[in-house]
């Protein structure tokens, strides 16, 4: 009885090492996914810098009479609904891109570290990796939001997802890890890229807001007359309106990279024990990255 079912795991054992044995991980490509996810990161970056120079254009037009004091030009109090003319409600939106950047990060470190495990020599990044996925989720705790709870749950799975990788010390074990891994940190990730998405669009919509009472007060300001002072001030309001324009293409190229990111996890998921690999998505995200990586070049 003893034998046969020592035979029987053997012969399991064997099936499995021919199914793995099949398989192999596109290192390169999960390096590509990891880039272009802090490429993102990136971006974000320069959205939230674009968005707080918008602010700061339209409290330098808004200003009316009397002597202008330091709180006169802090975007906090713009926002305020019993100081501000044009009252854009509650001032969430530095939270917002706060909390974008969080979790973008909290995915670029994730994606760094699975990079790490497809590498043939991966131990010494992997820990390195991990360890660094594991600070930027603990970054949530500076955000008391309600809608962050959910973003910081997420994160918290992806930790949670590499910490099943362990130690695989043979080529099988290792493509199995990841798979699992992944498996385990699709949900989380696809919610996190929607937190992404539903952040930027309310930072839109609030810029969209904002530009149109800027034009407002800055037509009740514009010389009537041809001038070089007409001039001048039209040219100053062009730059404004430039930035409003360049936070919105920013952001919006966010959206079209981080809604393409989940299913090109999958697909690299995927990939590792088929021949005929689609990898549609992953090729979009990676253009969309380096389109937004030259922009924030040139932009700068």
């Known amino acids: 009885m003893t034998s046969i079912v020592m035979r029987t795991r053997v012969v399991s054992l064997a099936m499995a090492v021919l199914v793995w044995g099949c398989c192999s991980v596109p290192a390169g490509k999960f390096k590509a996914l990891a880039d ?55 001032k969430d939106l530095g939270a917002r891109m706060e909390a974008n950047g969080i979790v973008l990060t909290v995915i670029a470190n994730y994606l760094s570290t699975l990079s790490s495990f497809a590498s043939q020599d991966f131990q010494g990044d992997l820990d390195k990796n ?7 989720i603990k970054s949530f705790g500076s955000l008391s939001q ?20 362990g130690h695989a010390y043979i080529e099988h074990q290792r493509i199995v890890a990841l798979s699992r891994t992944m498996s385990n940190a699709q949900g989380p ?41 007409r001039l001048a001030f039209d040219a100053y309001i062009a730059q404004a309106i430039g930035q409003f324009s360049d936070a919105q293409k920013t952001l919006t190229g966010i959206d079209k990279a981080i809604a393409k990111l989940p299913s090109a996890h999958q697909e690299l998921a995927q990939s590792m024990c088929t021949s005929n690999a689609d990898f549609d998505s992953l090729t979009r995200l990676v253009g969309e990255a380096e389109r937004l990586s030259k922009f924030y070049t040139s932009v700068k």
């Open 146 to 165: 309600p809608w962050a709870k959910e973003a910081a749950q997420s994160s918290g799975a992806l930790a949670t997802a590499i910490d099943a990788l």
């Open 130 to 136: 991990a360890t660094k996925l594991a600070g930027s």
């Open 36 to 90: 272009s996810a802090s490429q993102l990161g990136q971006a974000d970056q320069q959205a939230s810098n674009q968005t707080i120079q918008a602010e700061r254009y339209w409290v330098v037009v808004a200003q009316k009479s009397g002597d202008l004091k330091p709180e006169s030009f802090s975007l906090e109090s713009a926002f305020d609904r019993q100081n501000g003319e044009h009252p854009l409600g509650d």
């Open 189 to 229: 990730l696809q919610q996190l890229a929607n937190f992404v998405i539903t952040n930027n669009s309310a930072v839109r919509n609030t810029l969209t807001q904002t530009e149109t009472y800027y034009l407002d007060d800055a037509n009740l300001l514009r010389p009537r007359a041809p001038s070089a002072q």
